[in-house]
């Protein structure tokens, strides 16, 4: 269309997580074009009408799955042909129970996969559109999680450090081609991650976290805490010396 | 399907049971709940009573998606856990809006159905449940089914303001109506007395309608109050900003006598002798307590109750005297008393409306509340009206069958479409509602 700007493409992994879909219907509000990747097709179509009544120019349905990296170049493909601003959220992770991990080690691999790997070869392949095209904005969702290895959940915990790494360099390289990445570290978050956990405190809901994140797009954030104080409190917990953390169970 | 170990209250929060609630988050996971652990579904719990109370229950809040709409028509289909704000925010900016809506914009679409509710334009467009072209209907095993007036009459009429107990609302198609403007322009007058009230209502034309009463005014002055009629402005819809919340519950004294007799008194003078017209954006004509979140902990710890009840137009004008003394003489009032027409529509053999006076008081749980209450009920009874059970906390079951002369068709229906009882909740077992 002539004289119209141009449209924002979101691509989105784990688009049926419950701060995707907040992030998702967000975008639609303001009119743009999505595409919601994960493995579980009919309720992504579900998000995507959802998406499309509340004012998406474009909403499309994909099956990604994190493990199976195979199926990511014909994703790829079919981006290519489209002229929007590419734009990327990653939502993917997955944390099973600490104890299922002791008793199962071979958990530690999906884990990985999940909230890591999967995420940045996906990402890897995607990385030189954006650069071409010399915009667009990544947002990668690590977790608080991942500043310090906690005895309740440092298989995840280590799988998002990895992810904060690999972004960190990312940012750096696309940085300077004109593509901007954000790392977004949640606190607790009122999802089905953390329904019926006990000691969950300060817990946020995902629109509050989606409604950051479209915040840290417009202001070019790098690395956001979300709600804001995770930032403090993680300062604290990363400045507690280690011989003393090793002791505690928080 | 994790559980979640919670204390449920109902929003007036005098009632309140120890709960294990699922919250599905995706349709599949929704399924395999129910058909591992079969029980009532419930919304956003703006239900005041013990209605959305279970010792297990389904929370249906993250089921909110809008299926289709179709801009020429106006019909929408959404599932079960969108809100009426939700609709009313989306669809407002293209000309449309829910057909009726009730004083709260957090209310669910399911809950809405379950409760056939009722609106301030009730005596023009009927209830919610009269708007709703089908719903899919899924039972204790997991299996759903679309049906609708024609398909399923007597399931669907068992459905709409069904209280739950035919099976979970997973979706319905309902038809909007024209919203032909983003704001509302209310004129506001004073009623000195009930019978000033009741007059204007027969003689208002207006579109929508609803008066505020001051329960603490006594003797001649008894029944005064504020009286608002309105219809659409001119100006573009604006979205609203999100609300402020009531961090933690009051102090006991904030509902005390003094307290909302002073406050009732400057709420009626704040509208001058000669009447006034105000404009307001839809969201505040609407759902005017919304722009404060929980504002229920204002009544602190113990909670409150409301007695909602309609009566018969001809017993209307001998009964309403009567409960207006007992709430003035009780000093249990609050600042929230609402009287309203309500015309003939109801879209199911449970639905509350019925042509009459309908009476809507808050009152706060102190140990005389009960007493009140009772007599409330009793009166009602006795004046062939009906008690609504969305606010009911303490109905006896004994006048069930009095007040829904359809109770016996309802409870046929439900035993065939649940005949396990899963979907009892608490105020279905207080109520002896399915016999
Ligand atoms: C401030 C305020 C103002 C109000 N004003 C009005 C008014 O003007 N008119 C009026 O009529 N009502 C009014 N109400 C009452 C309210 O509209 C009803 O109680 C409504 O049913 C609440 O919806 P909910 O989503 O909170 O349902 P809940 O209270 O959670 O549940 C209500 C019932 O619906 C059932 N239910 C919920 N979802 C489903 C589903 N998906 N499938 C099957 N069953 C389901 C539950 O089992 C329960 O029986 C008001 C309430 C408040 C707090
Ligand atoms: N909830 C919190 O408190 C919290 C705190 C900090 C960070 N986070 C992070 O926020 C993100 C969203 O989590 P959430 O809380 O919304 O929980 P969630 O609903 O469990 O979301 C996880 C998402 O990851 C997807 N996923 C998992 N494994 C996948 C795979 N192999 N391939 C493709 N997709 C996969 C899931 O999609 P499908 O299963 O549909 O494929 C789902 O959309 C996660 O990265 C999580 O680690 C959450």
Same mark, same amino acid.
């Given at each position: 269309m002539q004289g119209s700007p141009t449209p924002n493409k979101w691509i989105i992994l784990g688009a049926t997580s419950a701060i995707a879909r907040a992030f998702a219907r967000q975008c639609a509000e303001q009119g743009a074009s999505l595409l919601l990747l994960g493995r579980d097709l009919p309720e992504l179509k579900r998000i995507a009408a959802d998406c499309a009544v509340r004012g998406a120019l474009d909403a499309q349905a994909m099956a990604l799955d994190a493990r199976k990296p195979g199926q990511f170049q014909a994703i790829i493909e079919r981006l290519k042909t489209s002229s929007d601003i %590419?734009?990327?959220?990653?939502?993917?992770?997955?944390?099973?129970?600490?104890?299922?991990?002791?008793?199962?080690?071979? %958990?530690?691999?999906?884990? *990985?996969?999940?909230?890591?790997?999967?995420?940045?070869?996906?990402? $890897?392949?995607?990385?030189?559109?954006?650069?071409? @095209?010399?915009?667009?904005?990544?947002?990668? *969702?690590?977790?608080?999680?991942?500043?310090?290895? @906690?005895?309740?959940?440092?298989?995840?915990?280590?799988?998002?450090?990895?992810?904060?790494?690999?972004?960190?360099?990312?940012?750096? @390289?696309?940085?300077?081609?004109?593509? $901007?990445?954000?790392?977004?570290?949640?606190?607790? *978050?009122?999802?089905?991650?953390?329904?019926?956990?006990?000691?969950?405190? %300060?817990?946020?809901?995902p629109e509050d976290i989606a409604a950051s994140l479209h915040k840290a797009v417009v202001k070019k954030r790098n690395v956001v805490y979300t709600p804001f104080f995770w930032r403090y409190i993680m300062l604290i917990i990363r400045l507690i010396p280690e011989f003393i953390f090793k002791k505690l169970s928080i | 399907m994790r559980w979640k170990n919670d204390e449920l209250r109902g929003w007036g929060g005098a009632l309140k049971t120890q709960a294990t609630l699922a919250r599905p988050e995706r349709h599949s996971a929704l399924k395999a709940t129910l058909q591992d652990t079969p029980c009532p579904a419930i919304g956003a719990r703006r239900s005041y009573g013990d209605a959305n109370l279970a010792t297990h229950a389904i929370d249906m809040t993250r089921l909110d998606r809008f299926i289709s709409f179709d801009k020429e028509t106006g019909l929408l289909e959404a599932e079960a856990g969108v809100t009426i704000a939700d609709m009313l925010n989306t669809f407002a900016p293209m000309g449309f809006m829910p057909a009726t809506m009730p004083g709260t914009g957090f209310a669910t679409l399911g809950g809405c159905i379950a409760n056939d509710v009722h609106g301030k334009n009730h005596h023009l467009a009927g209830s919610f449940g009269q708007h709703v072209e089908s719903l899919v209907l899924m039972g204790a095993d997991g299996k759903s089914q679309r049906i609708s007036l024609k398909s399923k009459p007597k399931l669907f009429r068992a459905t709409i303001g069904g209280l739950g107990q035919t099976g979970v609302i997973i979706s319905a198609r309902l038809h909007l109506a024209k919203c032909p403007a983003g704001r509302m322009v209310v004129h506001e007058r004073r009623m000195e007395d009930l019978d000033a009230f009741l007059d204007a209502f027969n003689a208002s034309r207006a579109d929508f309608q609803v008066g505020w009463l001051d329960m603490t005014a006594k003797g001649i002055h008894m029944g005064r109050g504020i009286m608002e009629e309105a219809h659409f402005s001119h100006d573009r819809y604006i979205r609203p900003k999100k609300a402020r919340a009531v961090p933690f519950n009051a102090p006991g004294f904030a509902m005390s006598r003094p307290v909302v007799k002073a406050f009732n008194w400057l709420y009626y003078k704040r509208v001058p002798e000669d009447g006034r017209d105000v404009e307001r954006p839809l969201h505040k004509f609407f759902f005017p307590l919304d722009g404060i979140r929980h504002w229920n902990r204002l009544y602190g710890k113990r909670g409150f109750h409301q007695f909602q009840c309609v009566l018969p137009d001809d017993e209307a004008p001998a009964t309403l005297p009567l409960m207006l003394e007992a709430v003035a003489s009780s000093g249990l009032a609050s600042p929230l008393s609402v009287l309203?027409?309500?015309?003939?529509?109801?879209?199911?053999?449970?639905? =509350?409306?019925?042509?009459? =006076?309908?009476?809507?008081?808050?009152?706060?749980?102190?140990?005389?509340?009960?007493?009140?209450?009772?007599?409330?009920?009793?009166?009602?009874?006795?004046?062939?009206?009906?008690?609504?059970?969305?606010?009911?906390?303490?109905?006896?079951?004994?006048?069930?069958?009095?007040?829904?002369?359809?109770?016996?068709? =309802?409870?046929?229906?439900?035993?065939?479409?649940?005949?396990?009882?899963? =979907?009892?909740?608490?105020?279905?077992?207080?109520?002896?509602?399915?016999?």
């Open positions: %590419l734009n990327a959220a990653v939502f993917v992770g997955s944390m099973p129970e600490q104890a299922a991990i002791d008793a199962d080690p071979g %958990l530690i691999d999906g884990v *990985v996969q999940d909230s890591f790997t999967g995420p940045a070869r996906f990402l $890897h392949l995607l990385a030189p559109l954006l650069e071409e @095209r010399g915009k667009g904005t990544i947002i990668g *969702v690590g977790s608080v999680a991942g500043d310090r290895g @906690r005895v309740g959940n440092y298989v995840y915990g280590a799988a998002k450090a990895g992810f904060a790494t690999y972004l960190s360099g990312l940012r750096n @390289r696309l940085g300077r081609k004109g593509v $901007h990445v954000i790392t977004v570290k949640p606190g607790f *978050v009122d999802t089905s991650m953390t329904w019926g956990i006990e000691g969950m405190f %300060l817990v946020a809901s | 309203k027409r309500l015309g003939h529509g109801r879209g199911g053999m449970m639905s =509350f409306p019925m042509e009459g =006076f309908t009476l809507a008081v808050d009152i706060v749980n102190r140990s005389a509340a009960k007493g009140l209450l009772a007599r409330l009920n009793e009166l009602a009874r006795h004046a062939g009206g009906r008690v609504y059970l969305a606010k009911d906390s303490s109905l006896e079951a004994a006048y069930l069958p009095d007040m829904y002369p359809e109770l016996a068709d =309802f409870r046929a229906e439900v035993e065939k479409a649940d005949p396990s009882r899963a =979907f009892a909740t608490d105020l279905v077992n207080r109520l002896n509602v399915r016999g």
